[in-house]
C-alpha cells in the first residue's frame, strides 16, 4: 500500500459509492483527505464511516452542490484559504438523469454537473496543484463514453434529451478535457488521467424520480453477477492517485487499472480545444450589471 503521508486530496461525490471508497483507502494510506458533498448530513455520516474505517481523523468535509457554478467558486476560494497545498484531485461527483433538468445557471444538469463542474473545479485549483507537484488529476468517466458524441449544435440536449446522449457526450467530455489538460500541463510535474471505473453496485442512477431509480435497482438485483462492489469500483481511482507505477504517467484512460483506448472522438485534438473553448466561456463569471 503506498504510503500518502503529507499528501493532500480532494475527491468530489464523496458521501457515497466510489467517491467514499477513494476518500476512504486514501485516508488509510495516510492522506489528509477533503470531501467534497453537497448534503451536510449525508456528508458528515460518510466522514464519520471513514474516519472509523480508515483510522485517521485527517479528514475533512467540505459542503459544495457541484450543479452551481458559485457553489464550485466559493468551494475553490474555501478551499484555497484554509490549505496550501493539493497533491490530488479526484473528480467524481457526476450522475445520470433519465428527465432533462437545468441548473441554477441553466445548464442541462447532466453537462453542468459531469463536465462543466470537473472544468471549473480544475482550473480554479490548477495553481495550487502546480504549486504542490509532483500532483494528479484524476477524472472518472465511464465506459459509456464510446457511445458518445459531442453534438456542438445542441450541447445543452435543449432541442432533444436523451438521458443515455446526454449522459455518453458527458462522459465523452471527460476524457477529452483530461487530454487536452494533459497537453496544457505538460512540464509542470501535474498529471491528468481518466479511468472507466467497472460497473458498480452504488447509488448511481437512483437519483432518478419515480420507475427509472426504482428501475437502477431493479437492474442491481437481477444484474447483480455484473455487477462488482463499491470498493473494486474506486480500485483504479486508488491505484491513479497514489500508486508510484503511474507517477508521470498523463494523458491516458484507464479501465482496472491498465491504460487502453479510449473513442476515436476522445482522440481528437480540435474537438478537446473546441470543448475547452466553450466550457470556458461557458463558465467565466459573469459580466458585473452595466450601471
Ligand atoms: N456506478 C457505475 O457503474 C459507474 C460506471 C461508470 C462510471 N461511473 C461514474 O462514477 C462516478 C461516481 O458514481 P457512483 O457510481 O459512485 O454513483 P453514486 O453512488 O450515485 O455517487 C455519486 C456521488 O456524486 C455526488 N453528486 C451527484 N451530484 C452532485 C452535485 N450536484 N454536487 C455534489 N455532489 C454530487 C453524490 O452526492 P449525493 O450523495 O448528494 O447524491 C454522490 O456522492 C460518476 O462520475 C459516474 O458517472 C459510475
Given at each position: 500500500?503506498?504510503?500518502?503521508?503529507?499528501?493532500?486530496?480532494?475527491?468530489?461525490?464523496?458521501?457515497?459509492?466510489?467517491?467514499?471508497?477513494?476518500?476512504?483507502?486514501?485516508?488509510?494510506?495516510?492522506?489528509?483527505?477533503?470531501?467534497?458533498?453537497?448534503?451536510?448530513?449525508?456528508?458528515?455520516?460518510?466522514?464519520?464511516?471513514?474516519?472509523?474505517?480508515?483510522?485517521?481523523?485527517?479528514?475533512?468535509?467540505?459542503?459544495?452542490?457541484?450543479?452551481?457554478?458559485?457553489?464550485?467558486?466559493?468551494?475553490?476560494?474555501?478551499?484555497?484559504?484554509?490549505?496550501?497545498?493539493?497533491?490530488?484531485?479526484?473528480?467524481?461527483?457526476?450522475?445520470?438523469?433519465?428527465?432533462?433538468?437545468?441548473?441554477?445557471?441553466?445548464?442541462?444538469?447532466?453537462?453542468?454537473?459531469?463536465?462543466?463542474?470537473?472544468?471549473?473545479?480544475?482550473?480554479?485549483?490548477?495553481?495550487?496543484?502546480?504549486?504542490?507537484?509532483?500532483?494528479?488529476?484524476?477524472?472518472?468517466?465511464?465506459?459509456?463514453?464510446?457511445?458518445?458524441?459531442?453534438?456542438?449544435?445542441?450541447?445543452?440536449?435543449?432541442?432533444?434529451?436523451?438521458?443515455?446522449?446526454?449522459?455518453?457526450?458527458?462522459?465523452?467530455?471527460n476524457v477529452l478535457f483530461t487530454y487536452e489538460l494533459a497537453r496544457r500541463l505538460e512540464g509542470t510535474g501535474v498529471t491528468a488521467n481518466a479511468l472507466h471505473p467497472g460497473v458498480v453496485r452504488t447509488g448511481f442512477g437512483k437519483n432518478n424520480p419515480g420507475w427509472w431509480g426504482a428501475l437502477f435497482g431493479v437492474f442491481q438485483v437481477v444484474g447483480r453477477p455484473f455487477y462488482i462492489s463499491p470498493a473494486q469500483g474506486a480500485a483504479t481511482s486508488i491505484y491513479l492517485a497514489s500508486s508510484p507505477e503511474v507517477e508521470g504517467v498523463t494523458g491516458k484512460y484507464f479501465v482496472k487499472c491498465r491504460a487502453v483506448d479510449s473513442n476515436t472522438e476522445s482522440r481528437d485534438a480540435a474537438v478537446a480545444r473546441r470543448l475547452w473553448q466553450v466550457s470556458e466561456e461557458m463558465t467565466k463569471p459573469a459580466m458585473a450589471p452595466a450601471r
Open positions: 500500500m503506498p504510503d500518502m503521508t503529507g499528501k493532500t486530496c480532494i475527491v468530489t461525490g464523496a458521501s457515497l459509492g466510489i467517491g467514499k471508497e477513494t476518500a476512504a483507502a486514501l485516508a488509510g494510506m495516510g492522506a489528509r483527505v477533503v470531501m467534497v458533498c453537497r448534503d451536510p448530513a449525508r456528508g458528515e455520516a460518510a466522514r464519520a464511516d471513514i474516519v472509523g474505517q480508515s483510522g485517521s481523523s485527517d479528514v475533512e468535509l467540505m459542503i459544495a452542490d457541484l450543479s452551481s457554478l458559485d457553489e464550485i467558486r466559493g468551494l475553490a476560494a474555501a478551499y484555497r484559504q484554509k490549505h496550501q497545498q493539493l497533491h490530488v484531485l479526484v473528480n467524481n461527483a457526476g450522475a445520470y438523469n433519465a428527465n432533462r433538468t437545468t441548473t441554477r445557471d441553466g445548464f442541462e444538469t447532466t453537462f453542468g454537473v459531469n463536465h462543466l463542474a470537473y472544468f471549473l473545479l480544475t482550473g480554479l485549483l490548477l495553481d495550487v496543484l502546480k504549486a504542490s507537484a509532483p500532483a494528479r488529476i484524476i477524472n472518472v468517466s465511464s465506459m459509456a463514453h464510446l457511445r458518445g458524441h459531442m453534438n456542438f449544435d445542441d450541447l445543452q440536449s435543449a432541442k432533444k434529451y436523451s438521458g443515455m446522449k446526454a449522459y455518453g457526450q458527458s462522459k465523452l467530455a
